[in-house]
């Protein structure tokens, strides 16, 4: 540390390196919705309506599986669960969620395998936390899921971007990924199903990749707390089946496939079949690095393994099938050549809330600049209603042809 002159105070200056650390937290997606928030006429007539956040549990419609709730309370009232949990999980719980990942693979993972974390956002927060080292960097996927660049800039670890392509049903561009990485790349991240694209990786590309992996000598992080939200005829296929090829690393949680985003039970998988890992104790540094943070609830991570036993699949199918009608997002480009005085994604989302009330997400809050994301997870009056504000506000911004 050191003291800067003034005040006497030995604090450390934020680093040089990109943006400061203090604007780190700002780029995630609930800090670009505070800042559209904030453009809200709050004393206007009308109310408010929400098509930016990614939590469904707004609406009605979106509720998690009856099973769920009574294993909640089930564990809550067995006094079983009051105490403090293992730093690396309940054992009951791990062994649940080995067993719910061993499914599609064929081979069996042991609790042993599994960390519990604080959702799938701290699992983020323990990888990028641990790969970071003096002068390494990662490779990232633009568009994607925000976290990675803010977790990155507070661990000192550059990242570097590569490109999904969009013609190519956003499959990762695997050249660039050779052309990025370097003998100090330590990982990369793929996020199937796709944040914010909602593409699915087929095997082929899943294998692709995993030769890529091997080839540059880095590790995955498979990102896959959308599995089995799969549409049409892709199927979700987890990239573990791979790890005979190079060690990956998967993070999920239950909060998108039963609906429980604030229930916060996340999870990292070590899937590392030749030692890979083991060898370069990176399962000790995770173990050291969950040893210094906070836990799960442990009343939750006792209600697991009934969660995942006792939920029945007609509830999944059901939700699929309603998913798949209305979908959960869209993602839109934004043509601002028709529209008059727009800046960017940015200015138009804040000028939509301040005149219609409406909230929507701005495509740079991903990587996507000059694009916008809607929620449609809500009821079908709200949307109609949330949807005629858009057009009314693009009509009145529209350019007048000559």
């Known amino acids: 540390m050191e003291g800067d002159g003034t005040t006497g105070w030995h604090i450390s ?33 009308r109310p408010v309506l929400t098509l930016g956040s990614g939590d469904p549990t707004a609406c009605a ?13 089930d564990a809550l009232r067995s006094g079983k669960h009051n105490g403090y949990s293992p730093t690396v999980g309940v054992l009951s719980a791990r062994r649940a ?9 064929p081979y069996q993972l042991s609790p042993d395998d599994i960390y519990l974390t604080s959702g799938c956002c701290q699992a983020i927060d323990v990888m990028i936390s641990i790969l970071a080292q003096p002068g390494s960097n990662i490779l990232l996927p633009k568009p994607g899921f925000p976290l990675y660049e803010s977790r990155t800039m507070f661990s000192n670890l550059e990242d570097r971007h590569f490109n999904l392509i969009p013609d190519r ?7 660039s990924v050779e052309a990025l990485a370097d003998e100090n790349t330590v990982a990369m991240v793929i996020v199937n199903p796709s944040n914010p694209c909602g593409s699915v990786y087929s095997h082929d590309h899943l294998a692709k990749i995993a030769e890529t992996a091997r080839k540059l000598g880095i590790i995955i992080i498979a990102d896959e707390v959308y599995d089995h939200l799969a549409f049409g005829n892709k199927p979700f296929i987890p990239m573990v089946i791979f790890a005979d090829i190079v060690p990956v690393i998967t993070v999920g949680s239950i909060s998108k496939r039963w609906l429980v985003p604030g229930w916060r039970l996340g999870w990292i998988a070590m899937c590392d079949l030749n030692g ?5 104790k990176v399962d000790k540094s995770i173990e050291s690095y969950i040893n210094i943070t906070n836990d799960p609830a442990t009343f939750i991570q006792g209600a697991v393994p009934q969660i995942i036993a006792n939920t029945k699949e007609d509830y999944f199918m059901k939700y699929l099938i ?8 869209v993602t839109a480009k934004l043509d601002l050549s ?12 804040c000028r939509l809330a301040k005149e219609e009330s409406v909230i929507v997400l701005p495509g740079s809050a991903l990587g996507m600049k000059d694009w916008i994301r809607i929620t449609f997870a809500m009821d079908i009056p709200t949307l109609e209603n949330a949807l005629e504000r858009i057009k009314s506000f693009c009509q009145r911004h529209a350019k007048l042809e000559a």
């Open 322 to 329: 309603f998913c798949e009608i209305r979908q959960i997002y």
């Open 169 to 175: 049903g956003w499959e990762a561009d695997l050249e």
């Open 61 to 73: 419609s979106f509720r998690p599986p009856p099973e769920a709730e009574d294993a909640i309370v």
């Open 338 to 349: 028709c529209l008059d005085g727009i800046q960017d994604d940015l200015d138009f989302c």
């Open 97 to 105: 969620i080995a067993e719910y990942l061993s499914r599609d693979l």
């Open 13 to 45: 200056r934020p680093s040089a390196r990109g943006a400061p650390l203090a604007d780190a937290g700002s780029m995630i997606i609930r800090a670009v919705l505070g800042r559209v928030f904030s453009s809200v006429d709050a004393s206007g007539p």
């Open 276 to 280: 890979i890992l083991k060898e370069a």
